[in-house]
């Protein structure tokens, strides 16, 4: 069995198991968590640093038949082409959102101490929901990717609407329901209907890639112009594009604190992952035709979303609207259609893992010892908080992409790759990024933590143990290490990156770039390694 | 005439009349446990199916068919039947005389659907329908101190006969044009009558009566009150098997008798489809009984079904069987529950009074408030049943909706009205979501519930919860055994 098995099945195996515990042993569900989870992380980090950044194809693949074929003739023995197979590997592109997920998922193991009641339910949604997420970023099936992501989604609702916090709880439970759920199933059909277009048998991503890639087996052109948008904008809706971002805020202002982690850091990252996995090299030209449309889409998340996020009087929602201003910087990137801006993107994936889960992990430890995260009734927290306080303060500098963080890396490399492209855009969206983020986060950094301290908050606590702070500091870590050495993640993306850009790069890029090299030779077999980009990042 | 074919129906109609014979010695106390005795049988006689099955051909001069279809769909009816029996055990209290007719009557009801998925002629069709029919006269009404269940089997009587009327006018039509009952025979000249507006009002009437046993709009009329109104275990057989009836007629007589007209009218089945849809889901919003609620819901996956058949593909109608499999644990599944959570209420009995449209008071959805502590397992298995019915992924519904979305986009290109269709369904997939989650919430998070006394749960009762989580999972997780089986069963349908 891959390495990537165990990783997805431990989680869902440590759920099953917890089923079975009597409802009184609390500490058993917090220590069956937390281990579950810190070893889908080590193995993880293991398959990270084992993974083989120049060798073409898929690592630690796994493939079980599941469906042989949805014919009654008889089937081919081949397993690659049976029609649904559980199928799991990782290239350079899933590798680093498997890792950012598996640790995203043990800090939120970590931090859900906060949780007092249903105990037991809590736990097995949250192992589910972790299981379901790394599922969801292994998987190398149309269907498994779908079945992954609402095995993850579907707990994501269930404990807002139980566990969360504030007034509006249950109206922001029924939003985010409908909007994901809405946004799910029009990915899905966009899914099926791609499925359709190729038509092939199976549903097997690599398998409907190489017959796309063949030059008189693609989706025609008026599918391609048709299906990108369903696909778009189904993913959009679950990665909060603009103007379908509403349910983002108020849900993860009302989400406990491990599944608004959960959710913001990793889940959200499948519909943009879906949209490279998957839009991009099996709809090239809906991709082009589309790409226009999505930059000024992400004008509305870079700009629109910080606007309003510079007006929010609550810490929770400032970093709802800032992780949803985050996601323009993506969406530029894969609108951008060229190597260095979806590398780019995909950094910035992972980038954004880390550092939304950070956030929501040091607001709901606010939370928890202030009982409330409107910012006019904080002020002064440093002093005694100095811990969580620096941690927020540079949480707040990775997010408005102080170089030494990963997200500089990522948004820099975006803005590279989309300058080629949309001049205009990109010069909006620099100043949307660099301006209004910085104004937004830093002002509220000072309002909730400098200046005198409030005297109601004399008697708060900083996370004082080890323990405490391991949650912490390790997704900070995270943001260091892959901040100060991006080539760990870029040097692995951009080999898949440039075969997934071969098609829908094409026409983008002038003949004399640098990158299209490899853009213009359709015909060769896939995964053919493409020769290394020149843009390096340091 | 080769009776072997018939070996699954003769067996059921053996053991109903058994059943009868045995209800005129046993004493009253023992009565109620002749239903496990039924269900011992049924068992035998499904085991005994699938390891010595029939070999396929016809019979009784091509009324008859065997094949993979009617086999599979005999399973199922069978399987149906099992699961409806225990619960009729269970609910034997409400009923004040003739439990052994009860059961009786469901194994009759189960003999008329065993003939309808072997039926390859009109006269067949129409008989195992009025065999069905007429059982569920009485069987919806069979609480005769209950207002609710009479006023049930009225409704259910009047329109039922009027869609009979429909049926039999209809097939009067064809059979003047087509000179044959038969299908396969109907199938080699019905092209010919592709145009004749005669002929195609005749077939329309016979639909309009196969859309009455699986109430699809504009013939769902009489669902919510016959569901609402009709004893729990009644009204799971009727969710259950006589729409699965339905859907096993609909299957036959399009695509055996007339497939070539069946091509053309896809449009027709694609706007019934979206409008059952549409009006099963938005109807259910604002029901507050839980039975009617799902009866609004039968509604809305029947739309679901008929999307799958307007799909005209062989992809298509697998789907159906494969929705269908899964409908059967999950239904009998979440009517299990009711079934038993209701009736261990203290009983409001509105005899006397007149009801008020049938109103029910105990049925209502806050009746369920608290079940997960009165009893976890029949909270967990509606709760999971909910979630397949609104299709969520890793239960049965969301792979019967993904493989019936698949048939109908696999269409699409060709036909662009699919691409609406789907979306129409996504909506009410969506729509779906929102009650069948408030039913949830009901279950676990009610404030203060006003009664916590643990539920009893026999042990059968236990057993067959336990099969329907287990087919709900299996079937969701594991769907390679009977995508090839649904598959398998209509391979010869086509041909």
Redesign the interface.
Known sequence: MSVLTYIILIPLAAALALVFVPRTFSVVFRAVAILATLASALLAIKMFVQFQPGAAGFQNEQQV????????RPTTPDPRLAA?SYHVGVDGINVGLVLMAAIVAFAAACVSSEIKRREKQFYILLLTMAGGILGAFASLDL?FF??FH??AL?PT?IMI??WGRGAQKNYAT?QI??YL??GA??A??GL??L???TGAKTFDIPALIAMASEPENGVPLG?QKFIFPVLLFGFGILVSLWPFHTWAPLGYASAPTPTAMLHAGALKKFGLYGLIRIALPLLPQGAQAWAHTLAWLCLGNLLYAGWVAMRQKDLNWLAGYSSVAHMGFVFLGIASLSLIGVTGAVVVMIAHGFLASLIFALNGYLYRQTGTLEIAQLGGLLRKLPFIGAALIMAAFAGCGLPGFANFAGELSVFFGAWKSFQTITVLACWGAMLVGALYLLRAMRAALHGPLVQKWANIEDARTLWRKTPFALLLACLLIFGFFPRLLTDKIQLPAAVILRTAAADVFTPSSSSSSSSSSSSKPLYVAAPPDKHHLQ | MNLLLLVHEWSVIALALALLLADLWLPLSSKRKLGYAAVAGLVVILLYGIIKPPPYGTTFGGMYVMDGLALFFKRFFISAAILVLLMSVEFADHIETGIAEYYALILFALSGMLFASSANDFSLLFVSLELITVTFYVLTSFQRARLASLEAGVKYLIIGALSTGFTVFGIALVYGLGKTLNFGQLAAVAGQFKSNPVFLFGLLLVLTGLGFKIAAFPFQIWAPDVYQGAPSPTTAFLAVGSKAAGFVLLLRVLFTAVPQIALEWSRLLIVISAITILYGNLCAIPQRNIKRLLGYSSIAHAGYMLLGISALSAAGQSAVLYYLSGYLVTVLGAFTVICIALQSRPAERDEGGPSHGGLDFNEDISSLAGLNQRSPLLAATITLALVSLAGIPPLAGFLGKFLLFKAALAQAPAQHAYYWLVAIAIAGVVISIYYYFGLIRAIYWSKDPADLSPIRTSIPIRISLCACIIGMLYLGIRPNLFVKFAADAIQKLTS
């Open positions: 038949t599941w469906v042989s074929s949805f014919d009654p649904i269907f779908y079945f609402e095995l579907v609702f609407g139980v029924f329901t409908l759920s809405i199933l029009i899905l059909v099926i209907a499925y359709v277009q599918a």
